[in-house]
Structure formats: C-alpha cells, structure tokens
Nanobody
Framework: QVQLVESGGGLVQPGGSLRLSCAASETIFSFYSMGWYRQAPGKQRELVATILIGGFTEYIDSVKGRFTLSRDNAKNTVYLQMNSLKPEDTAVYYC?????????WGQGTQVTVSS
C-alpha cells in the first residue's frame, strides 16, 4: 500500500516561510501527478499546487510567486516552499498523489500563519 508521509508544518508569523515535504513509499514516477491541497476551517479542500510526471507545475493564483513546488526524484519526495506567508494561508495541507484510477492522500500537516 502506497503511503505519503508529510512533514514541515508549524506556526509562522506573517511574511515568514515554511517548507513542506511529502515522501512517497514508492517511486514518484508511478504517479500521474503529485501535489498539495489545503483545507481551512469551514472551507472546502482546494488544490494549491501540482506537478505532473513530466515536471510541469501549476499553482492557484493566490500563491503564484510565493509558493514553489519541486521534487527530488532520488528521494521520492516533493516539496512545497512557501514564502511571504499570509494569515489566509492558514490551513491543513495535504499531500496528494494520483494514479490512473485513484488518489492517495497524506495525513495532513497544520500550517498556521499568525502574529
């Protein structure tokens, strides 16, 4: 059973940075895509950023220029570097990996942006 293990969440002040990591238990090239979703209290889960198997990345408008998604193929790990964090970025962040017919989710990591 494929597992995604997340790390890197925490409390940070506005304007600060965090880096989230998501380590897969198998080669990331077995996934069509990998990415990060987030869910704030009372809101629906939304896609934040995704990277396709060929390396193409996409971001939602609200994080463009602030967040960077990257991967380390040798470590089967994807990273979300989050800079210039805002209070509205506060949410539980979930790593996601897509196979052809189903999704795999990490356990979630809390990101809180507050002074």
């Amino acid at each position: 059973q494929v597992q995604l293990v997340e790390s890197g969440g925490g409390l940070v002040q506005p304007g600060g940075s965090l880096r989230l990591s998501c380590a897969a238990s198998e080669t990331i090239f077995s996934f069509y895509s990998m990415g990060w979703y987030r869910q704030a209290p009372g809101k629906q889960r939304e896609l934040v950023a995704t990277i396709l198997i060929g390396g193409f990345t996409e971001y939602i408008d609200s994080v463009k220029g602030r967040f960077t998604l990257s991967r380390d193929n040798a470590k089967n790990t994807v990273y979300l570097q989050m800079n210039s964090l805002k209070p509205e970025d506060t949410a539980v962040y979930y790593c996601n990996a897509k196979k052809s017919s189903y999704d795999i989710w990490g356990q979630g990591t809390q990101v809180t942006v507050s002074s």
